[in-house]
């Protein structure tokens, strides 16, 4: 069975700066996809990033980009210049490629909060 | 283009009860997946229906239950609703392409309080 785990529960930042947010993940699949998920607290979940791990060129989103080490199983998020806007709950997610069974495994969430 | 959209928005329920959670996809999108999100944790996958057939489900007992119909919308069933049932459900939809699973985009979810 796949899990995911992210071992800051809660993170801040100054307005500006950046941080990383940490994840990793266990499983024995060798393709799938991970993907960071932002919350804000109106409640919506909305893509950040994606990446799939056949890719070794790390994914990045303007602001928004991750460190894959799939050797390591681990995906850390990196946000530039943090704005107030990214105050927000990040989950880490994994899905499998085989099967399409469409299932998204979550980690606990970082809440992230931005000061000014 | 409007995204994934749920009704209701919020809901109050007591025990024993049944409810009945509505989600609209993205235009063009042909799954949809639903999660439960007990507050403070991250979504627990419930089920996936791709063009109306059940393609995952999770580990949630019989009186949870789902549907989709010929226009794509879905429709998540619980039975005989528990306390622990309260939760925010997460509708979200994806295209699903040939070559494998896809991207899922959530819609903003409808809070169930059971009493």
């Known amino acids: 069975a796949q899990t995911v785990t992210q071992s800051q529960p809660e993170m801040s930042v100054q307005e500006a700066e950046t941080v990383t947010l940490s994840c990793t993940y266990d499983?024995?699949?060798?393709?799938?996809?991970l993907f960071w998920y932002k919350q804000p607290p109106s409640r919506q979940m909305i893509l950040v990033i994606r990446?799939?791990?056949?890719?070794?060129q790390n994914a990045t989103e303007n602001r928004f980009s991750v460190n894959f080490q799939k050797a390591a199983k681990s995906f850390s998020l990196k946000i530039s210049d943090s704005q107030l806007g990214d105050t927000a709950m990040y989950f880490c997610?994994?899905?499998?490629?085989?099967?399409?069974?469409?299932?998204?495994?979550f980690g606990q969430g970082t809440t992230l909060q931005v000061k000014p | 283009d409007a995204g994934v959209t749920q009704s209701p928005t919020h809901l109050i329920k007591t025990r024993g009860q049944h409810v009945t959670l509505r989600c609209s996809p993205i235009?063009?999108?042909?799954?949809v997946s639903w999660y439960q999100q007990v507050l403070g944790q991250g979504p627990q996958f419930i089920f996936q229906?791709?063009?109306?057939?059940?393609?995952g489900r999770g580990n949630f007992p019989d009186r949870f239950s789902a549907r989709q119909f010929p226009n794509y919308s879905s429709e998540l069933n619980v039975n005989a609703l528990l306390l622990g049932d309260s939760a925010l459900y997460l509708c979200?939809?994806?295209?699903?392409?040939?070559?494998?699973?896809?991207?899922?985009?959530f819609g903003p979810g409808t809070r169930l309080t059971v009493l």
């Open positions: 990446q799939e791990a056949y890719k070794q």
């Open positions: 997610a994994f899905m499998r490629r085989s099967g399409n069974t469409g299932k998204l495994i």
């Open positions: 235009s063009g999108h042909k799954s």
């Open positions: 229906y791709y063009e109306k057939e059940e393609r």
């Open positions: 979200a939809s994806s295209a699903v392409r040939l070559a494998g699973t896809d991207t899922q985009y």
């Open positions: 499983t024995s699949e060798n393709n799938y996809y």
